[in-house]
């Protein structure tokens, strides 16, 4: 499916909708979004580590959900009432240090639900850090 946002647009209405992701400094970015596809960067600071110097994993479910919520947005509109009915996290391994890109990919984009598969690794390593699934609620459009 083609999308219908991009990611400047869907940028913009975070920032609009949203303000509070970017609370402690504006840590995310959208890098690409294509056909039943996203990947959202984040740049972990202080303020997402914990003791040992690894990313939490609040924040890599944070990355997940929000991931997940900017494939949705790209291809449905600018539905901001889309909501997490579910998320479902492995965390595989410690994250490199550095920027993290979580890829997410459409697997049902229906009338009522949203079903996402991402998974997330330190910008240019291929082994994933988490892998999540998330399932949104679809608001009628």
């Not at 999308?3 to 975070?14: I, K, N, Q």
């Not at 202080?46 to 991931?67: E, I, K, Q, Y």
Request: proline fraction near 7%; include cysteine; aromatic fraction near 4%.
């Amino acid at each position: 499916m083609q999308p219908v946002m991009t990611g400047d647009e869907v940028m913009a209405l975070l920032d609009r909708e949203f303000p509070q992701i970017h609370a402690g400094g504006r840590v995310y970015a959208i890098d690409s979004i294509a056909p039943d596809e996203a990947v959202v960067r984040f740049t972990a600071n202080d303020l997402h580590l914990r003791p040992g110097g690894t990313v939490s994993g609040p924040s890599l479910m944070a990355l997940a959900d929000l991931a997940a919520y900017v494939v949705i947005l790209a291809h449905i509109g600018p539905v901001a009432l889309a909501v997490t009915t579910n998320l479902n996290i492995n965390f595989l391994r410690k994250p490199g240090p550095g920027d993290l890109l979580s890829t997410c990919r459409l697997l049902k984009l229906g009338k009522r639900l949203a079903v996402v598969d991402c998974g997330i690794a330190a910008e240019g390593d291929e082994d994933l850090a988490a892998h999540a699934t998330a399932t949104y609620s679809v608001p009628p459009r």
